[in-house]
C-alpha cells in the first residue's frame, strides 16, 4: 500500500451562507461547539434536562468498561411518555402529531397527541393482554401506517424491546431476526399499499412461522382488507387488532424504566455473516434523537411541519420519524408510499397540500429526481419549506445543489447528515444557522460529538487529506452491544483502533483544506489504481457533475497493468436521451478535467438502472462481479432482482468501451 490512505481527488468552491432569518434565531449557535467540548458530560446532562425523567441519574456517564457504556446512570424515564403524554398533559392534546397520508389518494387520516396517546395506552394494554412483559421482545411487520408508530411506542411503554423488520423484507429474512432476537409477539398486517396496488404481509409471517417456532402470537392490522388465502389464518395464534386493541382500556399508568432499559433491536446487514441486531437503550437514545432532532433541523416544535420520506423499518425511521420527532412534539408528515404513485409529482404534493417546513430525504431518492427533471416539482408550491436534510450516502455535489436549487428554491440549507444504525443518532452535519453549506460535505461533528479522520496508525490525517473515520469519545445513542454476541460488538466495531479506544465507524472520509469532513463511503469499497488509494464516491460525483448523468457507480476491476482499474456505470438523466454516439468518451474526458488521468475510467457502462439494497444504498460488490466478468453473486438483498439482467443486456448490446 502506498503511503496514502485514501487520495483527496476533488475540489468543491461552491459555499452556501446560513440565511440571516435561520440564523439569528438559531437554536444552537456557534458557542455550543467549545461549551460542548470544554466539558462533554455537563453538556449531555444539559441536553437530557430536554426529558421527563421519573428519577434523576447520578452520573452522566460510564465508560469504565469500555467499549460497554452506560449512560445517565440510575436514571428512570418512560420513552413512550416522553414522546406522547406530557405533550398532552402540557395542554397540546390538540395539536396534530400525524398527517398521515396513504397512497391510495384521499386515504389520509390526522392524529393529535391525545388521539395518539389514546391508542397506545390501548396497544400497551392488548400486548400485555397477550402475555408480553418488560423485557420480552416484539417483532413488528408492518407498512408505514399511524399503526406502526402506535405498536413501536405501546412496546417502549411496557418496556418491551422491539425489533422493527422493514417491510420489503422476505419471510426468510423476518425469520432469522425472529429467531435472533426471540421474538414472542408480531405485529404485522394483512397487507399494504405499493405502486397503486395492495401488497401482501401476512403469508410471510405465516411462512416465517414456519422457519422458527418462537413465536406465540400474531396481531394483525387490518389495513387492505385483502383475502388471506386458504390456512392464512391460524386461530391459535393470530388475533386482530381490531379486536384486541380497539376494544381494551385507554387507560395505561406507564412505568419508568431504567435509563439502560433496552428500547430496541434494529438489525444491520452489514457487509458479511449473518445480519447484526444493534441495540439501543432507552435513556441515552432518547436524549440522543431528541437534541440532535432539534439541533440539526434547528426544530421549532410549535411551527415546524416536518416530514422523513424514511421507512420506520431503517434506523432513520426510528430516530427521525418515531423518538426524536415525538419527543420534541413536532406536527409531521407520514406517508405510506412509492414516491411516483399515483403520479410522479406526489411528493411536491404533500409538501404543499401540508406546508412542510423541514424535509429529510436520501441522496438515491434526490438523483432519481434528477433524473426525471426540474419540470414536476417546478409545478408545485413548495415555498414553506425551510430546510432539508440528507441521509444514507455520500450526497454528491451536484446532486445536493439540485436539491437545495430545485426543491429548496435556492432558500433553503441542506444538512448533510452522517451517522449509522450503531450510532442511533446524527453525529456529523452542518447546523443550518451556524455552518456555511458545501455541496457534499457533512462538515464538522455536530456540538457533543468528537470524530476524526485517521490513518493506518491511527494518527489524524492533515487538513487536504484522506483517511478512516472515527468516534473518539463516547456518544449517548450508541449502540450498547450486538444482541447476544458482545465479542462480535468488540471486534466489529472496536478492534482496528484498540489502542486509542476509537469506535471505527467502517467509512473513509477526507479533511479538507479548512478541515471539513467529507465522507467518502465504505473503506470495503476503495479501488487501488497504480498505488492511488482511490474512494468510489469522488469519481461518482465527477460523473454526476456532467449535464448528462443523473447517477453513477464506480467500482474498481482486476488490471493487469495498475492493479485494479476504475468501471464505472451510469444512468442518465431522461432529457439526455441515449446520451449520443460519443457519450462513453465525453464522460471520460469529464472525469480526466475534473479530477485527473488517474482516476479515468478504464470502462464506462451506460445502464438503466442501478443495483441497490432496499434502503437505497447501491451494491457495488454485485457490479465489480459484472466489471470482473464473474458470475453475480449473492442478489437476494436487492430491492429489485430484475436489475441486474437489464446491467448484463445493456453490456450485451455494446453500449460499452474498453
Ligand atoms: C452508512 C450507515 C444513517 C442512517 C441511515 C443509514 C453511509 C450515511 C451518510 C452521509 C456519507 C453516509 C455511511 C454509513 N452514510 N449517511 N451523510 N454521507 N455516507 O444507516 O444503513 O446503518 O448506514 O451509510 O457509509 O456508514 P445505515
Known amino acids: 500500500m502506498s503511503e496514502e490512505t485514501l487520495s483527496n481527488l476533488l475540489k468543491e468552491d461552491r459555499r452556501f451562507e446560513p440565511p440571516a432569518e435561520i440564523a439569528e434565531h438559531a437554536n444552537l449557535k456557534s458557542e455550543a461547539y467549545d461549551r460542548a467540548r470544554q466539558d462533554r458530560e455537563a453538556f449531555w446532562a444539559e441536553q437530557a434536562e430536554r426529558l421527563d425523567w421519573s428519577q434523576k441519574w447520578d452520573r452522566v456517564l460510564d465508560w469504565d468498561d469500555p467499549p460497554f457504556a452506560k449512560w445517565y446512570v440510575g436514571g428512570k424515564l418512560n420513552a413512550a411518555y416522553n414522546c406522547v403524554d406530557r405533550h398532552v398533559e402540557a395542554g397540546r392534546g390538540d395539536k396534530v402529531a400525524l398527517h398521515w397520508v396513504g397512497e391510495p389518494v384521499d386515504d389520509k387520516r390526522d392524529i393529535t397527541y391525545a388521539e395518539l396517546q389514546d391508542e397506545v395506552c390501548r396497544a400497551a394494554n392488548a400486548l400485555l393482554s397477550l402475555g408480553v412483559g418488560a423485557g420480552d421482545r416484539v417483532a413488528i411487520y408492518l407498512p408505514m401506517i399511524p399503526e406502526a408508530v402506535v405498536a413501536m411506542l405501546a412496546c417502549a411503554r411496557i418496556g418491551a424491546p422491539h425489533t422493527v423488520v422493514f417491510g420489503?423484507?422476505?419471510?426468510?429474512?423476518?425469520?432469522?431476526?425472529?429467531?435472533?432476537?426471540?421474538?414472542?409477539?408480531?405485529?404485522?398486517?394483512?397487507?399494504?399499499?405499493?405502486?397503486?396496488?395492495?401488497?401482501?404481509?401476512?403469508?410471510?409471517?405465516?411462512?416465517?412461522?414456519?422457519?422458527?417456532?418462537?413465536?406465540e402470537k400474531v396481531l394483525v392490522v387490518r389495513r387492505t382488507g385483502q383475502d388471506l388465502g386458504e390456512g392464512g389464518w391460524d386461530d391459535a395464534v393470530d388475533v386482530w387488532w381490531h379486536d384486541v386493541v380497539d376494544g381494551a382500556s385507554a387507560d395505561h399508568t406507564p412505568e419508568a424504566f431504567d435509563a439502560e432499559h433496552p428500547l430496541y433491536?434494529?438489525?444491520?446487514?452489514?457487509?458479511?455473516?449473518?445480519?447484526k441486531g444493534i441495540l439501543h437503550t432507552t435513556g441515552g437514545y432518547l436524549v440522543g434523537s431528541a437534541y440532535t432532532h432539534w439541533a440539526v433541523f434547528d426544530l421549532k416544535p410549535e411551527t415546524d411541519v416536518y416530514w422523513c420520506s424514511a421507512d420506520i423499518g431503517w434506523v432513520t425511521g426510528h430516530s427521525y420519524l418515531v423518538y426524536g420527532p415525538l419527543a420534541n412534539g413536532v406536527t409531521q408528515v407520514m406517508y405510506e408510499g412509492v414516491p411516483d404513485s399515483p403520479e410522479r409529482g406526489r411528493w411536491w404534493k404533500i409538501i404543499q397540500d401540508y406546508g412542510v417546513t423541514i424535509f429529510y430525504t436520501a441522496p438515491t431518492a434526490i438523483r432519481s429526481f434528477m433524473k426525471q427533471g426540474a419540470e414536476i416539482p417546478d409545478r408545485h408550491d413548495m415555498s414553506s419549506l425551510r430546510i432539508l436534510g440528507s441521509v444514507g450516502e455520500p450526497i454528491n455535489p451536484e446532486a445536493y445543489v439540485w436539491y437545495r436549487h430545485v426543491i429548496g428554491g435556492d432558500r433553503t440549507p441542506v444538512v448533510d447528515t452522517w451517522w449509522q444504525t450503531e450510532t442511533g443518532m446524527i453525529m456529523i452535519s452542518p447546523l443550518p444557522g451556524v455552518t456555511h453549506g458545501k455541496p457534499g460535505s457533512a462538515m464538522t461533528p455536530?456540538?457533543?460529538?468528537?470524530?476524526?479522520?485517521?490513518?493506518?496508525?491511527?494518527?489524524?490525517?492533515?487538513?487536504?487529506?484522506?483517511g478512516y473515520l472515527v468516534l473518539t469519545e463516547p456518544w449517548p445513542a450508541m449502540l450498547r452491544t450486538i444482541w447476544g454476541d458482545d465479542e462480535r460488538f468488540k471486534d466489529t466495531y472496536w478492534a482496528r483502533f484498540a489502542e486509542q479506544g476509537y469506535y471505527f465507524a467502517g467509512d473513509g472520509a477526507k479533511k479538507d483544506d479548512d478541515g471539513d469532513i467529507w465522507v467518502l463511503g465504505r473503506v470495503d469499497d476503495v479501488m487501488n489504481v497504480s498505488g492511488h488509494r482511490l474512494s468510489t464516491t469522488e469519481i461518482e460525483s465527477a460523473l454526476v457533475s456532467h449535464p448528462k448523468v443523473a447517477e453513477a457507480a464506480v467500482v474498481g476491476a482486476k488490471d493487469e497493468d495498475t492493479g485494479q482499474a476504475v468501471c464505472a456505470f451510469v444512468i442518465l438523466r431522461e432529457d439526455a436521451g441515449d446520451g449520443g454516439d460519443d457519450i462513453v468518451k465525453e464522460l471520460r474526458g469529464h472525469v480526466r478535467k475534473e479530477i485527473g488521468p488517474i482516476a479515468t475510467p478504464r470502462q464506462i457502462m451506460i445502464v438503466p438502472e442501478l443495483p441497490k439494497t432496499r434502503s437505497g444504498k447501491i451494491m457495488r460488490r454485485l457490479l465489480r462481479d459484472v466489471a470482473e466478468h464473474r458470475e453475480v453473486g449473492d442478489v437476494t438483498t436487492l430491492a429489485d432482482s430484475s436489475v441486474m439482467d437489464l446491467i448484463s443486456q445493456g453490456i450485451d448490446s455494446g453500449r460499452s468501451e474498453d
Open 168 to 215: 420489503g423484507f422476505s419471510a426468510d429474512a423476518l425469520a432469522s431476526r425472529l429467531e435472533d432476537c426471540q421474538a414472542k409477539v408480531v405485529i404485522t398486517s394483512d397487507g399494504g399499499y405499493r405502486r397503486g396496488n395492495p401488497s401482501a404481509l401476512k403469508p410471510a409471517v405465516d411462512e416465517a412461522r414456519t422457519k422458527t417456532d418462537v413465536v
Open 265 to 275: 433491536v434494529m438489525y444491520t446487514s452489514g457487509t458479511t455473516g449473518k445480519p
Open 446 to 466: 455536530i456540538p457533543g460529538v468528537a470524530a476524526e479522520v485517521v490513518d493506518e496508525a491511527g494518527e489524524p490525517v492533515p487538513d487536504g487529506s484522506g
